[in-house]
């Protein structure tokens, strides 16, 4: 039930009213400055501000079966539309889906948004390359498949193709260059330079703020249909205080969508006013001031405007206790009942919600007024003393959590499932449209229980909180266990557990494994609790900032080191030296990444993991006195791990029959573990190894190259795309292409040419006797600059092979061998290669 909220209502239909004689007159577009497509209701938790939220969404479709005092809603043509962005539990704006459900709010039969369907693609196949969109259904359309129509028909001309699977790397690197080049079928978007823009951008940042940035689009698409087939729409943003943090950050996205969608009015439900009128926000939100934001202005008197949401009157409180007396399973309420009920609610709906749940607990007895008039809190401690023992302890249980589902709180407290359901059902607890917690406890109901006397019977002292916190994180990570082949899934499990650690203070090193194995650095980032330096959990956040806001190469590197630089507790220190060696081994930067990882091994001598990170790192750096002497030391013991190391040094002695089966045993362990990305990693070093000795094919280098694409691997991307060149070294045109599509791939991660290319391009080379690409590739090997490898000793090797001077003179890789034998069996290798 509702009690009537008129002032809002009349408000909120005002604001409607007005907004839609915007759209109609074309003056709700971007070239206008001023913003009047915001109102805000916003007042304490319990005030009912949720359900006034849901209940505007109905009444503005026609869908509200109760409308008390509100008159019937105005008939749109086209029907009006709503999206509904719900913030409760969340500290984050996830930016690309909250921009692709205004999309969908706003689709029709008739109705393309070319511009949007395409940066979004682009964006989304560079941030979260092997995910497909979202299956969004929104009135009998199928978005996704009316935004892959969109693109197969303007790109047609491009020569692309697009399926309703994942985008990846390769798409969006498509679609950024047909945009680019103007390669598109339609001339209105070949002069849409925002497009241009924003997919230029995304190449280099698909971060969340560019995704943001996508409304924009949006509203291009909107502004060109004619103003009477524009779509009015409503997004309800409801629980805003979630996202309104002390640093802003979430709020900068949300500030962006809402700035570039002039087209939609907004209806912000919060505990807090928004302030994005003051002139002194610039530096933290992308749009601010009372010019852009006159509406939000403490002395704007026209809807839409700003509107504190006040305490029911006595005569609402009245009103609704008397219509629910005697209906909906409510017993009769007595009038002194009824009394005490309004002199304790203070006009506060939530406060009435849980008296009738206490009313309804008395199961037939006559109801006492002593019983009744109480605070929230006691009131709230009245509530779950009517509970059943076992639905007691699992709303313990799910007060940890701003979201849970029934699994999650029975197997934590050991309960049965059947208490777990019955207790959703009640009406403390609010379900919405989450795909894994649907469940949560109001804010208010969640602080009451906190706070439970530990004098009353059963309640929880802080250290029982702490020990189920605990058996939730455990009961977390068997969930994070069963998702390892679903990674957005996944992560919704570990942001759960992240903040509970961060709540109680608790250290879960598997958490700190499962973040760092799960694709997408950035990604992750975004989803975890705030960086703090007193906490296990505020310091691993703190680890991950060096993946946030774009940063890239030298400047991740930077931002790790000033990390270290601080004090860190022991594991999350490791962790993030761990990390800070990929870096500079993947930069070819050998002493540094060789310094952590000795240093590390230091610490933890028995680690097989570290022992052959070590012999991997001094390997790839060709000191092999320096790794024959570590193995003495620290001896493998993990068999694939002995024999990864065995077939690389075989790989380095030219024995390259001999240099497959260690990648290839080692990706079959890492597969079986459920770690796929690194078993992706060996078997493309396989694969290059075949490629050499002539027993790959081209279809065979395609699925490596798939499946690095769908992890956004770029250069195990490009190792694929190398083999691939060797293995059509005879065909001209198809060779330029796959060297065509490598230099989009390294333009995009803003890379260079490596040992990869300049190994495949100059085996292309030979095969097809083309000196004078011979000559300006061996002039732009002369330039490189990168420290010697086995990697770069192969492609002087070629050098060599095809009548240049050597760079680097033989190796020295066993105290048994002939340096100069290992160099005969490379011509040998490659004889072979080119002849073939």
Not at 350 to 375: E, K, N, T, V
Not at 717 to 732: E, N, V
Request: glycine share 6%.
């Amino acid at each position: 039930m509702f009690t009537n909220r008129v002032d809002e209502y009349t408000a909120f239909s005002t604001a409607l009213r007005r907004h839609t004689a915007r759209v109609r007159d074309g003056s709700a577009t971007l070239a206008h400055a001023a913003r009047l497509n915001v109102m805000s209701f916003y007042g304490v938790g319990g005030i009912g501000k949720t359900e006034l939220s849901r209940r505007l969404e109905s009444w503005a479709v026609g869908d509200l079966q109760d409308p008390g005092d509100w008159t019937e809603s105005v008939a749109f043509e086209p029907p009006l539309s709503t999206v509904r962005l719900d913030f409760h539990g969340s500290r984050v704006v996830h930016a690309a889906d909250s921009v692709l459900r205004l999309r969908a709010a706003v689709a029709g039969r008739w109705r393309r948004f070319p511009a949007f369907d395409l940066g979004l693609a682009a964006w989304w196949s560079l941030a979260r390359p092997g995910t497909p969109l979202p299956d969004v259904a929104v009135g009998g359309f199928d978005i996704r498949g009316q935004i892959t129509d969109t693109l197969n028909d303007i790109l047609s001309d491009a020569g692309a193709r697009f399926g309703l699977g994942p985008l990846t790397v390769r798409t969006g690197i498509r679609i950024v260059e047909a945009v680019r080049e103007k390669r598109l079928r339609s001339l209105a978007l070949r002069r849409c330079e925002e497009l241009v823009q924003i997919v230029e951008r995304a190449e280099k940042d698909p971060s969340d703020y560019v995704a943001a940035t996508l409304a924009g689009l949006l509203s291009w698409d909107l502004e060109n249909l004619s103003a009477d087939k524009r779509p009015v729409t409503v997004a309800f943003a409801d629980a805003a205080e979630y996202i309104q943090g002390d640093d802003r950050a979430q709020e900068r996205l949300f500030n962006r969508i809402v700035h570039l969608t002039p087209g939609v009015l907004w209806v912000v439900t919060s505990r807090n006013r928004l302030d994005w009128d003051s002139p002194h926000l610039n530096q933290a939100l992308p749009a601010t001031g009372p010019g852009v934001w006159p509406g939000l202005r403490r002395e704007a008197e026209e809807d839409p405007r700003q509107h504190l949401v006040g305490n029911l009157s006595d005569t609402d409180v009245e009103q609704y206790l008397q219509a629910a007396s005697g209906t909906g399973g409510n017993p009769h309420l007595p009038p002194d009942v009824v009394g005490r009920i309004r002199a304790g609610a203070h006009g506060l709906p939530l406060y009435l919600s849980l008296s009738l749940s206490i009313a309804r607990a008395a199961s037939g007895s006559p109801l006492s007024a002593d019983s009744f008039g109480g605070p929230l809190p006691e009131l709230a401690n009245r509530v779950f003393a009517n509970l059943p023992d076992r639905e007691r302890e699992l709303a313990r249980a799910a007060a940890l959590v701003p979201r849970f589902d029934q699994d999650l709180i029975a197997q934590a407290v050991g309960g049965l499932l059947g208490d777990a359901h019955r207790l959703c059902l009640r009406t403390l607890v609010t379900q919405d449209d989450h795909p894994l917690f649907p469940y949560r406890l109001h804010d208010a109901v969640r602080s009451a229980i906190a706070h439970e006397p530990v004098t009353d019977p059963g309640a929880w002292a802080p250290a029982d909180r702490t020990a189920m916190a605990r058996r939730l994180v455990e009961t977390l990570r068997l969930r994070s266990d069963a998702l390892l082949d679903d990674s957005n899934r996944r992560l919704d499990v570990l942001e759960l557990t992240a903040a509970l650690c961060a709540e109680h203070d608790l250290t879960a090193p598997w958490l700190a494994d499962a973040l760092t194995d799960l694709p997408g650095f950035a990604k992750t980032a975004e989803r975890l609790p705030p960086p703090t330096n007193d906490t296990w959990m505020g310091q691993l956040s703190g680890m991950f900032e060096a993946w946030r806001h774009g940063t890239v190469g030298k400047r991740r590197v930077t931002r790790l080191e000033e990390f270290l630089a601080a004090p860190l507790r022991a594991d999350v220190r490791a962790h993030a030296q761990l990390r800070l060696a990929y870096l500079h081994r993947n930069r070819s930067d050998f002493e540094p990444s060789l310094r952590l990882l000795t240093e590390l091994l230091a610490e933890d001598p028995e680690s097989q993991f570290l022992r052959y990170q070590v012999a991997r790192s001094l390997q790839i750096k060709g000191d092999f006195t320096e790794l024959h002497r570590h193995l003495a030391r620290h001896p493998l013991d993990d068999t694939t791990a002995a024999l990864r190391i065995t077939s690389d040094l075989a790989y380095a002695r030219g024995l390259l029959s001999e240099s497959v089966a260690g990648p290839t045993a080692r990706g079959s362990r890492l597969r079986e573990q459920g770690r796929h990305q690194m078993a992706l990693d060996n078997e493309a070093t396989a694969l290059w190894r075949r490629t050499l000795l002539g027993r790959s094919t081209p279809s065979e280098c395609d699925v490596v190259l798939a499946e690095a694409d769908r992890f956004g691997e770029t250069l195990t991307m490009r190792t694929a795309l190398a083999a691939k060149l060797i293995c059509r070294a005879d065909d001209s045109a198809a060779g330029h292409d796959i060297m065509a599509q490598t230099q989009s791939i390294i333009r995009a991660t803003s890379g260079r040419s490596g040992w990869r290319e300049f190994t495949s391009k100059v085996a292309f080379g030979l095969r097809q006797a083309d000196r004078s690409s011979l000559d300006r590739l061996h002039e732009k090997w002369l330039a490189w600059d990168y420290p010697w490898s086995i990697n770069s000793h192969v492609v002087d090797r070629l050098f060599v092979f095809a009548g240049y001077p050597a760079r680097y003179g033989p190796v020295q890789i066993t105290a048994e061998e002939d340096p100069a034998t290992a160099d005969r069996r490379w011509h040998d290798v490659i004889d072979s290669l080119v002849h073939t």
